[in-house]
């Protein structure tokens, strides 16, 4: 069956970074473009970044643009979201999932102090 397994989250200073994970196993890693969403407390969960297969086109939402880069490693089975310049309002659980797959990970928490 699919699975995702997302880590790298932690507690960050504001300005800081993070690079998060995501492995996926049970599916043709390859031949889905990947995509991060994060959800904060009380807050619906919303889309963040897209890496397409072979990584050769990504698009992020407008708040983190600039500041996140989505990549992939399709030997690895890997999905990454290196997060530079984190601000507070960054803070949230941070999920990947394969695009077009209904499949969720447990998430990894990304906390933003100032």
């Known amino acids: 069956q699919v699975q995702l397994v997302e880590s790298g989250g932690g507690l960050v200073q504001a300005g800081g970074s993070l690079r998060l994970s995501c492995v996926g196993s049970?599916?043709?890693?390859?031949?889905?473009?990947m995509r991060w969403y994060r959800q904060a407390p009380g807050k619906e969960r919303e889309w963040v970044a897209h890496?397409?297969?072979?990584?050769?086109?990504?698009n992020y939402r407008a708040s983190v643009k600039g500041r996140f880069t989505a990549t992939r490693d399709d030997a690895k089975n890997t999905a990454y979201l290196q997060m530079n310049d984190l601000k507070v309002e960054d803070t949230a659980v941070y999920y990947c999932q394969a695009f077009g797959l209904s499949s969720w990970g447990q998430g990894t928490q990304v906390t933003v102090v100032s």
């Open positions: 049970g599916f043709d890693f390859s031949e889905y473009g």
């Open positions: 890496v397409t297969t072979g990584g050769t086109h990504t």
